[in-house]
């Protein structure tokens, strides 16, 4: 519906699409959010701002005004998204064969705090994304083979781009973790260039860009079997005190 505060509408975010147990996906709630800046347009960067965790199957109001979206319950902000005037930069490229090959040295088989996370988590073929990013020999870098499940289409057969920016937000934290070790998504700021395809494969890359006390750092890419850049982010991870 239209409001004098601009566009306002109901939302939920079902339990598929949980991080921590009981929040949603970091990547996913702000690709969600960012969605209702854009639509299906690319032109731009958008900064989203985590300020609290989302809570799963509850009404929330999704509002959209100029350049801005915010998410929220009630009086608490939960998610706030820009629109930025930004380049982003992408980690290298690494072939599909190569970055599928560095998952067997996800740190997360060795230790995972969030299991059942909708992009890194351990859930069945087809429910989750299953993008373990594990670290590729002789570079600094991340990465994990993604194929795309049929599963994670909308109506219409497309890839939404709340499923891509959930690719993008998970290997920037696991640039960074060891087995067990965890934070939370602060900021994550994403362009997506290209459509991603239900049922293609493509290359996920990281990498940490540096830390500032609890702060983490991280960029990430998509990219096609040929190299073709899909989608950029970097994000902001916190430490829990």
């Not at 339990?15 to 949603?24: I, L, T, Y």
């Not at 701002?49 to 509850?58: G, I, K, N, Q």
């Not at 801005?68 to 998204?81: H, I, P």
Request: net charge negative.
């Amino acid at each position: 519906m239209t409001t004098a505060a601009g566009l306002q509408t109901v939302v939920t975010v079902p339990a598929r699409f949980r991080g921590p147990e009981g929040a949603a996906n970091g990547g996913w709630i702000a690709g969600t959010v960012s969605e209702a800046l854009h639509g299906a347009r690319h032109d731009s960067a958008v900064e989203v701002t985590l300020h609290a965790p989302t809570p799963l199957e509850a009404e929330l109001e999704l509002r959209q005004l100029a350049n801005t979206a915010t998410l929220t319950q009630g009086e608490t902000l939960l998610v706030e998204a820009i629109t930025v005037a930004e380049q982003l930069d992408a980690p290298a490229f690494v072939p599909f064969n190569d970055a599928a090959h560095a998952e067997r040295g996800f740190a997360g088989l060795r230790g995972h705090a969030f299991p059942g996370c909708f992009t890194c988590g351990m859930r069945d073929p087809g429910d989750g994304l299953r993008i373990f990013p594990g670290p590729v020999e002789g570079k600094d870098l991340v990465a994990a083979g993604w194929r795309v499940p049929m599963t994670v289409t909308d109506q219409d057969g497309v890839v939404p781009d709340a499923v891509v920016w959930a690719a993008l937000d998970c290997a920037t934290g696991w640039a960074h973790f060891a087995p067990g070790e965890f934070a939370l998504l602060g900021r994550l700021t994403a362009r997506v260039h290209r459509r991603v395809y239900p049922g293609g494969i493509y290359s996920v890359v990281a990498r940490a860009t540096g830390r500032e006390g609890r702060k983490l750092f991280g960029e990430s890419a998509v990219y096609e079997v040929d190299g073709t850049l899909v989608a950029a982010a970097k994000a902001t991870w916190i430490v829990p005190a």
